[in-house]
């Protein structure tokens, strides 16, 4: 027997694996979190108009999209040999980049030419997109090498959530408290300053987690044997032939529409139309209990009743939630604030059902090629994962900002906070309707479209271990 057959002997999946991964996702949304900011600090202090923004944010989020598969390529086709494997190194180059990379977007240069802000917003942006690209690609796709087993995969897909979650509280409860005068505009000058301190914190987590990162699946990955050539045309037919990872890409893209492309709106409601700006991030706080509460759940509710079904009826609960704040009273007042926490306190958590498994599902996608395709991609079936979801992620702030600035709704940035009440009004309803949209996608990938039931999961699972057992 050769050595290259025998056994290595890795740390038992514990607490440090599920925390380490955490950290990895609140070291990316350190940086990924600012973008929600982007558009009020780039429509509203740099005073790009409403159209040209959208247009810049719809350009630099294509490519964005694009060179998530390049990079996703070039992980997959790497063979050569790292002290800390491929993946990790990777991490690490692109956490380098991040520590500045997320500073360059908010260059507080208000009173430059139009044709310069335009530059500093495309150059800032595909920086940092290239450092998180680096970063984030190999991430995502560390979570089916670190264990094969479906339960710890459901654990670090919900601490993921976790990451993200804490990643995410840090920009939205705290930022809002910095960044608003006293009459609700944006303090411009503060973001560069706030994404370099959020730099050098998500580096630190990032060592955090390439230091404690066990890859146990070396078999997956299969360095210096011979490949066939890469070919993105068969890995894009792959991948859409691949059910479980298109169903949970559309549901990903929902999810984005509705946390991303709804963003700006909610940003000038709380501005315009609820008493405080501030408020915001106190809102926030509370529509993330819901997740918090079904973290420490998950990994026994995944056991008992499956990842498809609980999301599933995760994306009801949302959709039912987003109607309500549709047809509920929502007035602009302290009642009507506490009316839409409690819609969203349901819409987060079925939401936050589908979002504390949504890594662990494309875990199980990437196990699903391997089982119909014979071919492990996981750099690729990631990125092409990650290309859907940053096309819904800069489609739908673009559309919703056009949409908000048509007549119909009459958004105008140059005002600021001092929207008319009427439009403040449409836009408080615009928002809810993109949510209630957002709600819908997750239910359609999810409940229509994912294949992996628990009883189809289980056979897989004992389908692949046969086959590895095999060779």
């Known amino acids: 027997m050769s050595n290259n057959t025998e056994t290595k002997q890795y740390r038992k999946f514990g607490m440090l694996d599920s925390l380490s991964y955490a950290a990895g996702d609140f070291g990316c949304n350190m940086s990924f979190a600012l973008k929600g900011y982007l558009a009020l600090f780039w429509n509203q202090f740099m005073g790009i108009d409403t159209n040209t923004y959208a247009i810049l944010l719809l350009i630099v989020q294509v490519w964005d999209a694009v060179n998530d598969p390049i990079i996703g390529a070039v992980v997959d086709a790497d063979k050569r040999q790292y002290k800390r494997g491929k993946f990790l190194t990777y991490i690490w180059v692109g956490s380098l980049g991040l520590l500045f990379a997320g500073a360059l977007c908010f260059l507080p240069f208000p009173q430059a030419p139009a044709m310069l802000k335009n530059v500093l917003f495309i150059v800032g942006y595909i920086l940092w997109d290239a450092a998180y690209t680096v970063a984030n690609v190999p991430y995502g796709s560390l979570l089916s090498l670190i264990s094969k087993d479906p339960g710890d995969r459901a654990s670090l897909s919900a601490w993921r959530s976790v990451g993200s979650m804490v990643g995410n509280m840090a920009c939205m409860v705290i930022i809002p408290m910095l960044i608003y005068d ?75 529409l509705g946390m991303q492309g709804a963003s700006t709106g909610v940003q000038v409601m709380f501005q315009s139309y609820f008493p405080s700006a501030q408020m915001q991030g106190v809102v926030s706080l509370f529509s993330m209990i819901p997740i918090i509460a079904f973290t420490p759940l998950a990994r026994k509710m995944v056991a008992k009743y499956g990842k498809k079904e609980l999301a599933t009826v995760g994306s009801i609960v949302s959709m039912i939630a987003c109607a309500g704040l549709i047809v509920l009273p929502i007035t602009p007042d302290n ?23 949504s890594w662990s599902m494309m875990g199980d996608a990437i196990d699903y090629a391997e089982w119909k395709f014979g071919k492990r991609e996981e750099g690729t079936v990631y990125s092409l994962h990650s290309f859907f979801r940053k096309l819904a992620q800069g489609a739908g702030p673009s559309i919703c900002l056009v949409i908000m600035a048509l007549p119909f709704i ?62």
């Open 335 to 357: 009642q009507g604030v506490i009316i839409y926490v409690v819609c969203q306190l349901f819409n987060s958590l079925g939401m936050g059902i589908y979002s504390t498994v």
């Open 410 to 471: 009459g958004y105008d940035n140059t005002l600021k906070a001092q929207q008319l009440p009427e439009v403040a009004l449409r836009i408080r309803y615009f928002v809810a309707v993109a949510y209630f949209v957002s709600a819908a996608l997750q239910f359609v990938g999810l409940g229509l479209i994912f294949n992996l039931d628990k009883k189809s999961l289980a056979k897989m699972q004992e389908e692949l271990e046969a086959r590895h057992a095999n060779n």
């Open 182 to 256: 006293e009459i609700g505009d944006i303090k411009g000058e503060s973001m560069f300053v706030i994404a370099l301190v959020l730099g050098v914190f998500g580096f630190i987590a990032f060592q955090f987690m390439i230091r404690t990162t066990v890859i146990r699946c070396d078999e997956y990955v299969q360095c210096g044997e011979e490949q066939e050539k890469f070919n993105i045309f068969q890995a894009m037919g792959n991948f859409l032939k691949n059910r479980p990872a298109v169903g949970a890409t559309v549901a990903a893209m929902g999810m984005f």
